[in-house]
């Protein structure tokens, strides 16, 4: 006998339905295993403080109501749920917050892809908020200094190519240590 077997054939061997062949197999089964003895022991107190269990009284006619009210749940009449003054299974006051929490979502959705357009560059200003010139101000800018180093540049040489001999001995300074 095999530990499913055994399990299958405990309340059998409690309530005596067991043939003699089975019961002897049985109680050999018990005598090997020391865990299988106990299991059928707590059965037998489980199975006595039961039976020392007074029946319940319930009172005439509940099974009479308890089938009546059975067959009308049955029956597709479900009171217990109302749905009157219902939309999409909603409460008017949910079905309006839902709706407004859903525009607000598909707004800032929309506002925020709109942000980047243009192959994925921003159209947002992250620059310095104190900085109030435009990037085409800068732009003239840079021009206008880049102008003046090329005249100035062009000064300087032409005045090198007129005076080859420049003195620097006035430009330089000793210090001491």
Excluded: C, W
């Excluded at 300087?156 to 190519?161: A, D, E, F, G, V």
């Amino acid at each position: 006998m095999n530990r499913y077997q055994f399990e299958d054939s405990i309340s059998d061997y409690l309530e005596n339905k067991l043939n003699l062949s089975q019961r002897k197999e049985f109680e050999a089964f018990l005598e090997e295993n020391h865990d299988a003895s106990e299991l059928v022991n707590s059965i037998r107190i489980n199975l006595e403080i039961m039976n020392k269990i007074p029946p319940i009284q319930v009172n005439k006619g509940f099974n009479e109501r308890l089938l009546v009210s059975v067959k009308k749940k049955e029956g597709g009449s479900n009171e217990s749920v109302k749905s009157k003054g219902l939309i999409l299974g909603f409460k008017p006051i949910q079905l309006t917050v839902l709706t407004g929490l859903i525009f607000m979502s598909f707004f800032t959705s929309f506002e925020i892809f709109n942000y980047f357009d243009d192959g994925g560059k921003t159209n947002l200003n992250f620059s310095n908020p104190l900085e109030t010139r435009d990037k085409s101000d800068e732009n003239k800018l840079k021009e206008k200094a880049v102008n003046q180093i090329v005249e100035k540049n062009d000064s300087t040489s032409s005045k090198n190519l007129n005076n080859q001999n420049i003195d620097y001995s006035k430009n330089i300074k000793f210090v001491k240590d």
